[in-house]
Each structure stands twice: as C-alpha cells, then as structure tokens.
C-alpha cells in the first residue's frame, strides 16, 4: 500500500529564509510518481511539480527546487528566499501503476511566511 | 489544463438536511474524482465518477450517503446527505489532466451547524 508522510505540520519563517519541506513515501510498485501541490489561503490546489520514479534528476524552478532520492524514499522540496506569497499548505502525493494512480496525498506542511 | 468550476463555494446547512455540490468541467473528462478535506486534514478520495456507470467508492464512504451523479463527460454531482457536523469539510472535485495529474476546483466549504 502507498504511504506519504511529511513529519513537518506547520513551518514558520521570515521573509528571504530559505526553507525545505519534507516527503517521505513508501511503496512497492517500481513505477509510481510523486507530486507537489499547493494550497492557498484561497482552497485551490495548484500542481508544482511531477516526478517519475525512473528519474531521479532534481529540478530548479526559479525559487522552487525538488530533491528526489529513491535510496531514502524521499522527494523534499526546497523555497529559496521565501517570499510571503509562499504561504500555503504544500501537499505531497504519490500515485502507483498498481493503483490504477490515483493518488495518495500526504498530511500536507503548512508554510508560514512572515514580512 | 481542464478548467474546473465548482459550486457552491461555501455553504452552511442544518443537521439533517443534504447538500448537493455541482463540478462543471470546461471539457470532456473520463473520469472525475471527488475528495474530502476535513479541517486541517489531508485529502482523502471518496469517489471516482465515471460517466454512464456507477462511481467506485473508497473504503468508509457509501453511495446512500455520498451519492453522485454523472451525466455527461463535463459534469458530476457530490450530495451530502443527512449532514451531521462531523461532515463539515472543504469537498473537492478534480479531473486527470494527463501525465496523472490533477487538476482541482476551488472547492466547497460546508459547514454543517
């Protein structure tokens, strides 16, 4: 069965700190991907990032970085000089080709960005 | 990507009573998902809506209280029935944009007093 943890509930910084969420998954399929979502204060889950399990290459997007890494089963996610408009709840989430991939979302990190 | 419209947006109902959420989809869909998030919660799949057949419900949610409808491949309907506060969660709809991705409506908030 897939599994998604991220440990951290709720991270607070100061604007221009660089800050990492963490995901640890668990699953037994070879194929799966994973995902970044998120969610602003608004409700509307936005899609950041996807990741097969064939590619552990990680990927820069402006502030946004995604570290991928099968040997700890983790995909972080990195915000470099975190802004305010950062604030939101970030979900992981894991889909499997045995799970038809529907996905499997983890608890979600709230990110709290202060002026 | 599909561009989902959801309604309503928020709500707050009586015990008892139902609520039927609305998911209008810019664009023929396959399938669609129905989601919960409970306050301050993960989201948690109730249902795959597949147009002309019944939706497949996940463990813990049933059709007598969850029931859905999906009558074209553009638009589905979640109706929470006999609410109690426990139900009081943001429902969301979403569709697969490719690559299993999803993409989501803004959500209805229900608050049930």
């Known amino acids: 069965a897939q599994k998604v943890t991220q440990a951290q509930t709720e991270i607070s910084v100061v604007e221009k700190e660089d800050v990492t969420l963490d995901c640890v998954y668990e699953?037994?399929?070879?194929?799966?991907?994973l995902f970044w979502y998120k969610q602003p204060p608004s409700g509307e889950l936005v899609f950041l990032i996807r990741?097969?399990?064939?590619?552990?290459q990680n990927e820069i997007s402006g502030r946004y970085s995604w570290n991928f890494q099968k040997s700890t089963s983790s995909f972080n996610f990195t915000i470099t000089a975190s802004q305010v408009v950062d604030s939101a709840v970030y979900f992981c989430?894991?889909?499997?080709?045995?799970?038809?991939?529907?996905?499997?979302f983890g608890r979600g990190t709230s990110l709290i960005v202060h002026p | 990507s599909a561009v989902i419209s959801q309604k309503p947006s928020r709500d707050i109902c009586q015990r008892g009573t139902s609520l039927t959420i609305q998911c209008q989809v810019d664009?023929?869909?396959?399938?669609m998902f129905w989601y919960r998030q409970q306050p301050g919660q993960s989201l948690t799949l109730i249902a795959t809506?597949?147009?002309?057949?019944?939706?497949?419900?996940e463990s813990g949610f049933v059709i007598d209280k969850f029931p859905i409808s999906r009558p074209n491949l553009t638009f589905s309907t979640l109706t929470v029935s006999n609410m109690s506060p426990e139900d009081s969660s943001i429902y969301l709809c979403?569709?697969?944009?490719?690559?299993?991705?999803?993409?989501f409506g803004a959500g209805s908030r229900l608050t049930v007093l």
């Open positions: 979403s569709v697969s944009s490719g690559a299993n991705v999803l993409t």
């Open positions: 989430a894991l889909s499997e080709a045995g799970g038809s991939y529907i996905p499997t």
């Open positions: 990741r097969n399990s064939f590619d552990e």
């Open positions: 699953t037994r399929d070879t194929t799966y991907y």
């Open positions: 809506a597949n147009q002309g057949s019944e939706a497949t419900y």
């Open positions: 664009s023929q869909v396959t399938m």
